[in-house]
């Protein structure tokens, strides 16, 4: 039961960040693209607070346009 319930959660994560690729319209993009992309980030945010923090606000405006 614990198992099947680990593959929801899994599954339901999964599906929600391949909704965040289509929301910022990357949605056609190449995945080495998108995962090399991810991996700057990353790479980028990594004792950065500053664009951490721009970027989380980037992020919070994009949400804020969605519709009701």
């Not at 910022?24 to 991996?39: P, Q």
């Amino acid at each position: 039961m614990q198992a099947t319930q680990a593959r929801k959660k899994d599954t339901r994560e999964k599906i929600e960040l391949g909704g965040l690729i289509a929301k910022a319209g990357l949605r056609y993009e190449k995945r080495a693209l998108l995962l090399g992309m991810l991996i700057d980030a990353r790479q980028r945010i990594a004792g950065n607070d500053n664009e951490r923090t721009r970027l989380i606000k980037i992020g919070e405006q994009a949400f804020g346009r969605d519709p009701a």
